[in-house]
Nanobody
């Protein structure tokens, strides 16, 4: 299983980015896929996740600004980020874990809940 994250870059506060996570070796329509981020000096934290059935969860600090979605035909999961803030600066990782066709609603926010991780993509938001 491999995950390839891309789409990061340097933007100004208030602008938007869309991250992509191309998954190989695992069908995104059968597994949970999530995004995490690591801000400098802090532990990696959960951002958003989508279950195999399309159920989504977004962390409180990105709710109403970020949206996770997927394209099953492309086996790709996206993270659309609007109204970006300097505090959103960090490395964004996609990850997958759990069993196929598991929970339709529960999405783990813990690192231990994910077996496979992408390499990360850098997002930098300037003020």
């Amino acid at each position: 299983v491999q995950l390839q994250a891309s789409g990061g870059g340097l933007v100004q506060a208030g602008e938007s980015l869309r991250l992509s996570c191309v998954v190989s070796g695992r069908d995104v329509s059968k597994y949970t896929i999530s995004w995490f981020r690591q801000v400098s000096g802090k532990e990696r934290e959960f951002v958003a996740g989508i279950t195999w059935s399309g159920g989504t969860t977004h962390s409180d600090y990105v709710k109403d600004r970020f949206t996770i979605s997927r394209d099953s035909d492309k086996n790709t999961v996206y993270l659309s980020m609007n109204s970006l803030k300097p505090a959103d600066t960090g490395i964004y990782y996609c990850a997958t874990g759990g069993s196929a066709l598991g929970s339709t609603w529960y999405i783990s926010s813990y690192l231990a809940g994910y077996e496979y991780w992408g390499q990360g993509t850098q997002v930098t938001v300037s003020s």
